[in-house]
């Protein structure tokens, strides 16, 4: 994960770029201290339903910042294969004997 700065804000957040349209973010901070967007929201939804709706939230000024990184190259897409049931490999391409099934 590549350490990013909101231009609007300053936070700092961890991300990772999966494809065009899936980007991870790991934040470093509680988001309704470090985030207005989130500082804002969270003072108007101070319950359990309003709360999970924000889970689903992005800040704009951090998406933003996050999409011209890429842009810019400071982010790049990471290739990443997902492992197949069955085949495992030792890290190297060398496959390995599966894994012992367990009933």
């Excluded at 770029?17 to 934040?27: A, G, L, M």
């Excluded at 470093?28 to 108007?44: I, K, P, V």
């Amino acid at each position: 994960m590549q350490p990013i700065e909101c231009s609007l804000c300053g936070t700092t957040v961890l991300v990772e770029k999966y494809s065009p349209r899936h980007t991870s973010v790991q934040w470093l901070a509680d988001t309704t201290t470090s985030c207005r967007r989130f500082a804002d929201f969270g003072a108007t939804a101070p319950n359990a339903t309003q709360a999970h709706d924000a889970s689903n939230m992005r800040c704009p000024a951090l998406h933003s910042t996050i999409e011209q990184a890429v842009l810019d190259g400071r982010v790049g897409v990471t290739r990443r294969t997902e492992p197949v049931p069955g085949n495992f490999t030792d890290g190297h391409g060398t496959t390995l004997e599966s894994a012992p099934q367990h009933h």
